[in-house]
């Protein structure tokens, strides 16, 4: 191969293994199925405290406490308003980064959500 066509196509690939967001694509995005995990609501914490997740994976909360809680995100990356007793919310994680939330009612309600 000439230098200039590896240049080229060296280029090429790379700008393939690139994400819009100039991020390397999630395991999902490369062939890996996207995975769902389910963080409950219950005696006024959620559990787990923290979840490592991929882009592109889903997260559902579950209210199982008799009162709403919500899942608000700190900087406002997410917030699920209301999660009525018995109800559930779910979240697809879209952008890498690390995110603190809690509940609006209850602050001392914690949780962090990685994201890679």
Known sequence: MSG??????SAAL???TLSADGEPPSPSAQGAKPQSFVVSIEN????PVTLKVH?????VWV???VFPHTVTATGKAFDSHDIAPNASWSYRAIK???????????????GQLSVE
């Open 4 to 9: 200039r066509l590896l240049a080229l196509t």
């Open 14 to 16: 790379l700008l393939h």
């Open 44 to 47: 006024v914490q959620y559990s």
């Open 55 to 59: 882009r592109g994976d889903t997260i």
């Open 63 to 65: 209210n199982k406490d």
């Open 96 to 110: 890498s980064g690390e995110f603190a939330y809690t509940c609006i009612y209850h602050p001392t309600m914690k």
